[in-house]
């Protein structure tokens, strides 16, 4: 079993930038990718970005790409979301979740893992 804690979630203004962490306790000696995810109030919860095991492939959403970033330190058991120039469209809770193996790293049904959320509110 794995336990994933995120953290770093606040609120913020328009414009600003916040970093989560997300970071794993448990059997973490397995390779994991691991994803972030968010639910917005009253919308289901979409994918926001991915990273595989060691850091080498990285996927992100078309709404956040080009403002988001995700990393790991696998030293850490924690991956990480810079998120800058944020809007009020990402106020939401976010998520972190993770899996071994090969798999859609988009679909959060396919994650074995999950985290409690954190969460992110975006002021105008």
């Known amino acids: 079993q794995v336990q994933l804690v995120e953290s770093g979630g606040g609120l913020v203004q328009a414009g600003g930038s916040l970093r989560l962490s997300c970071v794993a306790s448990g059997r973490t000696n397995v390779a994991y990718a691991m994803g972030w995810f968010r639910r917005a109030p009253g919308k289901e919860r979409e994918f926001v970005a991915a990273?595989?095991?060691?850091?080498?492939?990285?996927f992100s959403a078309g709404s956040v790409k080009g403002r988001f970033t995700i990393s790991r330190d696998n030293a850490k058991n924690a991956v990480y979301l810079q998120m800058n120039t944020l809007i009020p469209e990402d106020t939401a809770v976010y998520y972190c979740?993770?899996?071994?193996?090969?798999?859609?790293?988009?679909?959060?049904?396919?994650?074995?893992?999950w985290g409690q959320g954190t969460q992110v509110t975006v002021s105008s």
């Open positions: 979740a993770g899996r071994s193996g090969s798999f859609d790293y988009t679909n959060q049904f396919e994650y074995e893992y």
């Open positions: 990273i595989s095991w060691n850091g080498g492939n990285t």
